[in-house]
């Protein structure tokens, strides 16, 4: 059986792997509900309490401003 990982302080996603199906409901920080579809500079983020999953913006990298001498 297919399961997705999780960060169990965060929810991020952190891929997936295959498990038994006896064995899938008792890892922490895994689930079988998959993450919806994301693009670049976004990130599935799983809500432990609903059992599902949300998509996060990732903050934009910005360049430091140079410092005057």
Known sequence: ????????????????????????GTIDGATTVAPPPYGRGEIPVYQCRSRTWTVTTLPQKTKPHPTPD
Do not use: L, P, R, S
């Open 1 to 24: 059986m297919k399961i997705y990982f999780f960060d169990c302080v965060t929810g991020v996603y952190q891929g997936e792997g295959f498990e038994d199906e006896t064995m899938a």
